[in-house]
Nanobody, 117 residues
Framework: QVQLVESGGGLVQPGGSLRLSCAASGRFFSIGAMAWYRQAPGKQRELVAT???????NYSDSVKDRFTISRDNAKNTLYLQMNSLKPDDTAVYYCNTPWALTSVVSWGQGAQVTVSS
């Protein structure tokens, strides 16, 4: 059964914006923290941003001051607002727990973000 569904990706020009959404099952939100990851072509999946159930956030240096992670606990939905997009942001974006890279986990289909003129 699918429990993580990413959406909102697309093609955007450099400097543009996109907002990604992640619909998660209740058990993910019940344990608290969530995170966004991305995987660019030929590269390993990397952590982008994390958020606790209470809303405390952390970001990778590559996206700090440009991306904003947020959540709506009532809707079991995670968001990633991406501004000032760069070609290097091109990747498939995934949501999961903050410890997903250190555990055996299942991943959703991801959302493709392409930044190009």
């Amino acid at each position: 059964q699918v429990q993580l569904v990413e959406s909102g990706g697309g093609l955007v020009q450099p400097g543009g914006s996109l907002r990604l959404s992640c619909a998660a099952s209740g058990r993910f939100f019940s344990i608290g923290a969530m995170a966004w990851y991305r995987q660019a072509p030929g590269k390993q999946r990397e952590l982008v941003a994390t958020i606790t159930r209470g809303g405390s956030t952390n970001y990778s240096d590559s996206v700090k001051d440009r991306f904003t992670i947020s959540r709506d606990n009532a809707k079991n939905t995670l968001y990633l607002q991406m501004n000032s997009l760069k070609p290097d942001d091109t990747a498939v974006y995934y949501c999961n727990t903050p410890w997903a890279l250190t555990s055996v986990v299942s991943w959703g289909q991801g959302a493709q973000v392409t930044v190009s003129s």
